[in-house]
């Protein structure tokens, strides 16, 4: 093979070649790293919420006359709601998962003060709560009618029962291997709470919150003039009953607001625009850094091939074939990336490294780097390949010209 | 000379036009790529009052769980109790001070057909507008007294007041909301920092609010706190008073101290303050008061995203790429004319003379890249803008103004001008006549 002569060759000119190593080198860096954040945002967008999303809208009702009977209203809303054809089921509670904004507390297993807790987001609701928001009951039972009661906002106290995720399950009792129902946790430092069920999953408001999975469903129906509905629709219905179901509580009470009406993949949308952006972004600088690098090889290959036509017209003549010309450029772009993506394998982990540390982003999977690598040699012989053919169609009879 | 060497750069230019549009272009890119970038963190994190920003101070007390600190120690909780927003306000010790929280309403119109709507609403003291520099339309803030005897007084944003009353003088007229009808007393002209500096808990950079009542009269009439509420430890009983009482902090304060003096006044006061709150039982963590400035405030506050300074250092990145790609063009370039530049060196061209040659054709490439510069960084923008259209703020930190322009050029030209040095350098080292050999 002609590697010794190829890189020999570079050597004695080596300025131009350094320069695309180095142009190949930070490319591979940028591309890694945002291919790295692009994946961490998508998986984090990929999680599962927990909720029937396909079929899940929502609205708030805002009253706003001080003499208006809230529980009336909010007794009423949730019959029409459940009663109208297409609702599976509706319940009225403070939040659901994606909203951003919620109520979360600590949970200790034993009372008193200063024992340190686990952080738990709070879904207010009664026993519709578990079919509505579309999650299934692994163990233990749902609340009953007779558990459920009007929250007092001159008294507010918890509700001895509560309905947890397993997730929560378990980091409450991590060594527990039979069921955690019957068991208490404490809620408040000191009011004791029964786990009387066990849901499979559903994520906290937050879904940047580290202990997103940590859910619990508290027996209590809020209406004090603020209540937050959710409605679970059969397939296919959502859309069509989304209007019908705001103007339908808008007329039956006009001492309050509806507002925030909108479904489940709105929701999602909103929760996730930011990561969404950023991939959107991220995908954008690095097909344009391909770019960029790509025909800046085929800018310096196409000089090197006029600057040599004297040089490959010699070698043709001297009975060169043109596959072995091709070859020439072929190998020089392949040893000039190899020196490049490695260089820029060592930088790509390095600033991973960095940008984990200081913005405190998920480390690399180790794919990406030889990923990137395949990416960026294959970049590079397609990029030399068209200033090669060309080279190849130099006429032999050159040599026999002075220059 | 200058003129010559301009006409030879545009000659040589424009003998390789494909290789000079890849340079312009890349030049272009990686400045759009970093202009945009640094135009969204520049605006997010710019200082919305520079010129009293120093003086603005947020009061911050330790007043957290000695078990659990707040923010594992590292600073005092970032809002206060309601007990001691009462405090130091009832205390009056700076030359100004406003305790605030934020609150939406419902405004019910006079005209029964008209469907009620919610506005964001902020309850604060008179020195809110005065401590702020808040720019009146009409009317002007209201007075100690609608504080002390808590008046339903209200000043309306310009917004607002376009929506109601159709932008007219409306000072003197009425608004009802949630059953309460406040007499507008001011009306606000257009006021929309960059940074809603005075309440950073949820949207940094979210609109100023619609209508501002009296803190006092918010608190009378047991308005709802829509900002954020912590607690470390819960209220001593289930009903408002009780949570009044507690130690969850969810007000913000201010106060305005206009030099050191005042600043060291202030801060005593302050640890007075907390010490005699330690003898009745409370602040067991121990005594660290902070007054940090606005810009300080937006630091701990975090107003600049992560992501934006990720994309930032990404952006930086990219310009380095394009940079290559243009110092390697460029040198492809010069390698390409080494005949030519042996020649006039042979000829009595001086090292000086060729320097200066490359060095004007690189600096036009610049100059070209610079100006398709400012049109990519708009550009970015413009998509920035269309991914985050369902926010409002998004406008405002997308704006690109001419301390922006200014840099996008001055970064083009350094740029191409350092892109240019290494060729323009082995340009120069051509020695006459070498190349001139017959072959």
């Not at chain 2, 997308?398 to 970064?411: C, F």
């Amino acid at each position: 093979m002609e590697f010794g002569p190829i890189w020999r060759a570079l050597l004695k000119n080596k300025g131009g070649a350094i320069l695309i190593a180095l142009q190949i080198a930070v490319t591979m860096a940028i591309m890694v790293n945002s291919i790295s954040i692009m994946q961490e945002r998508a998986t984090n967008m990929q999680r599962p919420s927990g909720m029937d999303e396909a079929n899940t809208l929502t609205f708030a009702s805002i009253s706003f006359a001080s003499d208006a009977d809230n529980r009336a209203t909010y007794i009423n809303d949730l019959e029409m709601l459940r009663n109208t054809p297409g609702v599976i089921n509706a319940v009225g509670t403070n939040s659901f998962p994606l909203r951003g904004g919620g109520w979360s507390m600590g949970l200790q297993t034993e009372p008193g003060e200063d024992m340190g807790g686990v952080g738990s987001a709070i879904y207010f609701g009664d026993e519709h709560m578990i079919e509505t928001f579309g999650v299934e009951l692994i163990d233990g039972e749902n609340f009953s009618p007779e558990q459920v009661v009007f929250l007092d906002p001159d008294n507010f106290r918890w509700e001895p029962y509560v309905i947890v995720t397993e997730a929560l399950a378990k980091t409450l009792f991590p060594d527990e291997e039979g069921s955690v129902v019957g068991k208490t946790a404490y809620i408040n430092q000191n009011d004791p709470v029964q786990i009387i069920g066990v849901i499979d999953q559903l994520q906290a408001p937050w879904q940047g919150w580290d202990e997103v999975e940590h859910a619990l469903f508290s027996p209590v129906k809020r209406a004090e003039g603020f209540a937050r509905y959710v409605v679970r629709t059969e397939p296919g219905m959502r859309d069509e009953l989304l209007p019908q179901l705001e103007e339908m509580l808008a007329s039956a009470d006009k001492t309050r607001l509806i507002r925030a009406a909108q479904t489940f993949d709105e929701v999602r949308e909103g929760a996730y625009l930011g990561d969404s952006a950023m991939i959107k972004i991220l995908g954008f600088v690095i097909t344009l850094l391909t770019i960029i690098t790509g025909l800046g090889i085929v800018g310096l290959a196409s000089f090197n091939v006029s600057r040599r036509t004297r040089q490959i017209g010699i070698r043709r003549a001297l009975g060169a074939t043109k596959p072995a010309i091709m070859r020439y450029f072929m190998l020089e772009n392949f040893m000039i990336s190899s020196v490049g993506v490695v260089v820029g394998g060592a930088l790509a982990i390095g600033l991973n490294i960095f940008m984990v540390e200081t913005f405190n982003l998920t480390p690399m999977s180790w794919w990406v780097v030889p990923a990137a690598m395949i990416v960026l040699w294959l970049v590079g012989q397609a990029a030399v390949a068209g200033p090669a053919r060309r080279a190849t169609r130099i006429a032999p009879s050159i040599a026999t010209r002075s220059g | 000379m200058f003129r010559y060497y301009l006409k030879l750069g545009a000659l040589s230019i424009r003998a390789n036009p494909a290789l000079s549009a890849l340079m312009v272009a890349a030049i272009a890119i990686g400045i759009g790529a970093c202009m945009t970038i640094f135009t969204i963190q520049h605006m997010m994190g710019s200082n919305p009052i520079p010129h009293k920003s120093e003086q603005l101070r947020h009061v911050q007390m330790d007043s957290w769980s000695d078990a659990n600190p707040y923010n594992g120690g590292a600073n005092p909780p970032i809002q206060l109790t309601y007990t001691d927003a009462r405090n130091l306000l009832a205390a009056e010790q700076a030359v100004r001070q406003i305790a605030t929280f934020k609150s939406g309403r419902i405004v019910e119109p006079e005209d029964p057909d008209e469907l009620p709507y919610t506005i964001s609403g902020r309850a604060t003291s008179k020195d809110f507008f005065a401590m702020f520099d808040v720019p009146f339309k009409y009317g002007s803030a209201w007075d100690a007294a609608a504080d002390l005897s808590e008046e339903f007084v209200a000043v309306i944003s310009e917004p607002l007041n376009e929506r109601m009353f159709g932008g007219e003088d409306s000072t003197g007229k009425r608004v009802t909301m949630n059953g309460d009808t406040f007499r507008i007393v001011g009306v606000l002209d257009t006021w929309s920092p960059v940074v809603k500096f005075y309440d950073l808990n949820n949207n940094a950079h979210e609109p100023v609010e619609d209508i501002f009542f009296p803190f006092s009269t918010a608190m009378a009439n047991e308005y709802g706190n829509d900002g954020n509420t912590n607690c470390w430890k819960p209220p001593e009983g289930g009903d408002r008073a009780a949570f009044l009482n507690s130690e969850c902090i969810w007000i913000q304060f201010w106060v305005e101290i206009p030099n050191q003096a005042a600043e060291t006044e202030y801060m005593n006061y302050l640890d007075a303050y907390v010490e005699q709150q330690k003898e009745l039982g409370r602040f067991p963590r121990p005594l660290d008061n902070r007054l940090p400035d606005v810009e300080e405030w937006m630091i701990l506050n975090e107003v600049v995203d992560d992501d934006v300074s990720v994309l930032l250092g990404l952006a930086v990145l990219f310009l380095i790429v394009c940079l290559l790609n243009t110092i390697g063009l460029l040198l492809a370039k010069v390698m390409r004319r080494t005949k030519d530049i042996s020649l006039r060196r042979a000829l009595g061209a001086s090292k000086a003379s060729l320097f200066g040659q490359y060095i004007i054709e690189a600096g036009m490439i610049g100059v070209a890249g610079g100006l398709l510069g400012i049109g990519t960084t708009w550009l970015g923008l413009l998509g920035i803008r269309n991914l985050f259209n369902r926010f409002d703020f998004v406008e405002k930190l997308t704006v690109m103004d001419w301390q922006m322009t200014a840099l996008a050029i001055a970064l083009a030209v350094v740029s191409a001008l350092a892109a240019a040095l290494y060729p323009t350098w082995r340009a120069c080292q051509v020695t006459p006549a070498s190349q001139l050999r017959i072959q």
